[in-house]
């Protein structure tokens, strides 16, 4: 069935230091991906989305492009911020068509230090 | 607007005893969907509704049962509940036609606490 492998957290990164989080999944067909971000206590906001590939999804500084030769949708930022601090979970909708449920990675603990 | 309206935000309960949960959707969403969440497995999807039926499921017992009313406001319930059950159970809505391409927009949730 379709799944998402996502890096393996915590991540702990310095303010203006770089982000890489990894992104690979298994899917039939042509699904949707999308990055989802959880601030402690609150739910999931979406962070961005891409709906084909070579699209390149991209809000607050963060992208990350649909990449099908290599599956993958790895989320990047170039230069992080204390406010940034969250989990990071990479997904895929599943099923195809309108109705896809989403599929979630593990997510990735992401801490920037002043 | 409004976002996605979960009540209550927190809640705790006795092992076997039920529990219902609501979930309003963003206005003119009509499809929505119920998430569990837990540090062990992550993310689940439970169900997800659209026009008071339910057209797809999850890998969950029979015990974990949703509806949703013609205003598009939905409940899930879950009954003869474990420890197990413990969990912060998200709502996520959308327009029918579109979540499963641009995303679903997600409540804050309701932390379960089985004791």
């Known amino acids: 069935g379709n799944s998402v492998t996502q890096m393996e957290g915590p991540v702990t990164l310095s303010e203006e230091a770089f982000l890489t989080i990894n992104c690979t999944y298994t899917a039939t067909g042509y699904p949707s991906l999308f990055w989802y971000v959880q601030y402690p206590g609150e739910g999931l906001q979406l962070l961005l989305k891409?709906?084909?590939?070579?699209d390149k999804g991209s809000n607050k500084g963060f992208e990350a492009t649909y990449r099908k030769e290599t599956t993958s949708f790895h989320l990047e930022k170039g230069s992080v911020q204390v406010s940034d601090s969250a989990v990071y979970f990479c997904?895929?909708?599943?099923?195809?068509?309108?109705?896809?449920?989403?599929?979630f990675g593990k997510g990735t603990k992401l801490s920037v230090k002043p | 607007k409004a976002g996605v309206t979960q009540t209550p935000r927190y809640l705790i309960k006795t092992r076997g005893q039920q529990v219902t949960l609501s979930c309003s959707p963003i206005?003119?969403?009509?499809?929505v969907s119920w998430y569990q969440q837990t540090p062990g497995q992550g993310l689940q999807f439970l169900f997800e509704?659209?026009?008071?039926?339910?057209?797809n499921k999850g890998n969950f017992p029979g015990r974990f049962s949703g509806r949703q009313f013609s205003n598009s406001r939905s409940e899930m319930n879950v009954s003869t509940l474990e420890l197990g059950d413990s969990a912060l159970y998200l709502c996520a809505s959308s327009r029918p036609e579109q979540g499963a391409y641009y995303g679903y927009t997600f409540g804050s949730g309701t932390r379960l606490t089985v004791v």
């Open positions: 997904a895929l909708s599943d099923g195809g068509g309108s109705q896809g449920n989403l599929i």
């Open positions: 891409a709906t084909k590939a070579d």
């Open positions: 206005s003119g969403h009509r499809s």
């Open positions: 509704y659209f026009s008071e039926t339910q057209r």
